[in-house]
Structure formats: structure tokens, C-alpha cells
């Protein structure tokens, strides 16, 4: 049981075009995941042009049986992301909303392999999948309504900080990609202390309800 907890890393390209900074731990505990419905619905970067597209729906309680099977009992407050990019590209996540003081953060992780398989026990390469670890990474939500206001981590700009503040937070350099290490509680604390700083949350995206 304990292989069904690896997993591939999500598409970085598809969140912005950037890198996203990935996570080892989650943001949330249960205590603090929210859900709201008014986040259900599809977003398009520009209604007249709508390529860019992200999609929340109720994740399939289904989904346990994989990935997220250590979230079982939270599952009907995760979130089924769908993202297309300007190049067709596509990634599907889970999602919740977390709840940090007065401050709201989406962590995304993948609940499948890039096969499209859940299950690593039945994959034609199922020793490949032993090499692979769910990773999330986490968004701020500054708002949502008829549209939504995020902002999204980048690596790059996130070495600014670390070398600023060399001590802000665990971390490790895998490939030239910043991997956190800190524990959740730790990262929440440093997460909440650094929501504000352009460093961390450099990229400002914003989506439009689509009505059709």
C-alpha cells in the first residue's frame, strides 16, 4: 500500500508559465482546509480568447483509491483542478483551499502519474513509479468572485529570498530546483510571515469567470 503514495511532480510550465517552487509537505491540515463553491466554474484568461483555462470541479471521492489516498477522509473538500495553457498543454491536479489567518492559499498536488494512472501497482512500469514523490505547490488567493485574483510562486525569484534570509525556511537544491523540505508547520509559519513579499509570490495572474 505504502508504493500508492509516489507520484510524478506537476507540469511546472502549465502554472503561468513559470517554475513553480515545490514542497515536499503539504500547506494544509485538516483543521485548516476551507471550501467555497463559489471558486466551482471555469476561468479563462481573456473571455474574448479563452485558451488559458483553469477549472475547478468536486474532486471524485474515487480518487482515494491512488494518490491521495492519505487524505481520504478530506476528500470532499478537495477541489479537481484542470488547467490548459495558450499552447494546448494540459495538467490535472488536486486542490484545496487553505486558510492562514486572514489569507487564503491554494496547494496543488498531483493525484496521478503522467500515464494518467493512479494506481502504481497496476502501471506496465511499476518499479519506474517507486522513483517518483508527490510534490505540492501553493498559490495565493487574493480573490474570487466574478474573477480571480491569484499570485504563483517562481524559483528564481525565490532564490532572491533565500539568499536574503538564508535561514526563512528548509530547503534543498535538486537540479537546480528549490525543493522545501520544511515540515508543515514550519511552512505554514513562513508562508504566513512572507505573504505579502514579491519574492515569494511574484507572479500575478488574473482569470474571469466563464459564463457559457
Known amino acids: 500500500m505504502w508504493t500508492r503514495r509516489f507520484a510524478f511532480c506537476c507540469a511546472a510550465a502549465l502554472l503561468a508559465g513559470c517554475v513553480p517552487i515545490v514542497s515536499l509537505h503539504p500547506l494544509f491540515t485538516k483543521e485548516n482546509i476551507v ?73 496543488v498536488l498531483p493525484d496521478r ?30 480573490a474570487f468572485g466574478e474573477q480571480l485574483a491569484i499570485r504563483i510562486t517562481d524559483d528564481e525569484r525565490f532564490k532572491d529570498l ?18 522545501l523540505t520544511a515540515s508543515t508547520s514550519q511552512l505554514q509559519a513562513f508562508v504566513a510571515s512572507h505573504a505579502g513579499d514579491e519574492r515569494l509570490f511574484p507572479n500575478d495572474l488574473i482569470l474571469t469567470r466563464k459564463t457559457e
Open 35 to 107: 471550501f467555497d463553491e463559489k471558486l466551482l466554474g471555469a476561468w479563462v484568461k481573456d473571455p474574448n480568447d479563452p485558451e488559458v483555462t483553469w477549472v475547478f470541479s468536486r474532486l471524485d471521492p474515487g480518487a482515494a483509491e491512488g494518490i491521495l489516498e492519505p487524505w481520504r477522509d478530506e476528500l470532499d473538500r478537495f477541489y479537481r483542478l484542470s488547467i490548459t495553457d495558450e499552447d494546448g498543454r494540459k495538467g490535472t491536479f488536486a486542490a484545496c483551499l487553505v486558510r492562514l489567518g486572514e489569507r487564503l492559499f491554494l496547494d
Open 113 to 142: 502519474y503522467p500515464s494518467d494512472e493512479q494506481d502504481i501497482e497496476t502501471m506496465k512500469l511499476a518499479y519506474n513509479g517507486f522513483f517518483f514523490v508527490p510534490v505540492h505547490t501553493f498559490i495565493r488567493v487574493d
Open 162 to 179: 533565500i539568499e536574503a534570509e538564508p535561514t526563512a525556511v528548509r530547503y534543498e537544491e535538486v537540479n537546480e530546483r528549490i525543493v
